[in-house]
């Protein structure tokens, strides 16, 4: 099947779909490595990773061995990772980076992220309730340091794109005239129940590629971040009337809707018969232009990913980290 692709702003493509690979809090390693080698072989060439996963080793000898066998060209792949929070340092994220490299078996990485606009650090595995007290809002300048090492790999060849996640529209007025090389991409929340069409928008009019985690509303996501007041995107009736007019899963039309939005979705299964047709349905069968209005209209302008583990001292709720009054919250 031929997948449609996007251009970015540096003239790279990707494709408009491709698949996660952030399961570690319930599927082993070797059971997302898995999931990898059998999305290579039905045609995924987009694959987002990062260090804190904790499986790029394992990806990596999957790409490798994908690559040997003749089933994919590097050139092909388009692989995207981050540099974790801990490694925000002065020539740290150098140092991801080029582990990030080891690990997958490349020599360049397609995209690199700043997974956290701040080195704010959560043991692995912890509950909603940890914080650490050395967190602290978010520090321009102290971002720019990680960004001018970010530029730095562009230089070097050793990433093709690069690119910001988690931020916010207050964060990016700060950080954008500063940067000599602009994001490619921003990754961001993005479902039916959580659009964010003044970030998405704001992003679509400069030029940046928004790319939409949890695409279907991650009903799977560790407990530390679910609440009684989340709103299930696959469970909103628009959408499973839409499922129902159209005869697929609620997660197909999530994916459907996303993908014909503009947005990039990465949904994450180790079931084959489940990212196989998650590939499959944006190529197939789109959704009427009174169908994508009818789930614009549906947000429920829900988060489910808060963040909540990297407060800082003194901040009053998750909400600080998502500069919802219009500043950035603890500006320094």
């Not at 987009?46 to 804190?52: E, G, I, N, P, Y």
């Not at 207050?170 to 090389?181: M, Y």
């Not at 996303?258 to 949904?267: H, M």
């Not at 169908?291 to 998750?318: D, P, T, Y």
């Amino acid at each position: 099947m031929t997948v449609p692709v996007r251009k970015l702003n540096n003239g790279m493509t990707i494709p408009c779909i491709g698949m996660g690979t952030f399961g570690s809090d319930r599927f082993t390693p070797e059971q997302v490595s898995g999931a990898v080698k059998g999305a290579i072989e039905c045609g995924y060439r987009l694959f987002d990773c990062a260090s804190v996963y904790g499986n790029e080793d394992l990806i990596g000898e999957v790409f490798a061995q994908a690559i040997q066998e003749g089933s994919v060209k590097r050139e092909d792949l388009a692989v995207t990772s981050k540099v974790w929070n801990d490694m925000h340092g002065q020539g740290d994220v150098l140092l991801s980076c080029a582990k990030t490299l080891r690990d997958l078996r490349f020599d360049y990485i397609d995209v690199f992220f700043v997974h956290w606009p701040f080195p704010n650090y959560h043991a692995p595995g912890c509950d909603g309730d940890s914080r650490n007290p050395d967190s602290r809002p978010f520090f321009m300048a102290e971002f720019m340091a990680v960004w001018r090492q970010m530029e730095r790999l562009v230089d070097m060849g050793l990433a093709r794109a690069i690119g910001m996640s988690n931020m916010t529209i207050p964060k990016l007025e700060a950080v954008l005239p500063l940067c000599r090389i602009q994001p490619a991409v921003i990754e961001m929340e993005l479902h039916p129940g959580f659009q964010q069409p003044a970030l998405f928008d704001y992003c679509v009019k400069r030029g940046i590629q928004p790319i939409g985690f949890c695409p279907i509303g991650s009903p799977t996501r560790p407990e530390r971040d679910k609440t009684d007041e989340d709103v299930s995107a696959t469970q909103m009736p628009a959408v499973r009337e839409i499922a129902a007019a159209h005869g697929v899963h609620p997660a197909i039309v999530c994916l459907k809707w996303a993908v014909q939005r503009g947005q990039v979705p990465i949904p994450f299964s180790i079931y084959a018969n489940e990212y196989e047709s998650n590939l499959r349905c944006v190529t197939e069968d789109p959704l009427t232009g009174e169908e994508m209005a009818k789930i614009a209209a549906a947000n429920a302008n829900c988060r489910l990913i808060k963040g909540q583990v990297f407060l800082w001292e003194g901040a009053e709720s998750w909400r600080a980290l998502w500069d919802e009054n219009g500043v950035i919250e603890g500006w320094r």
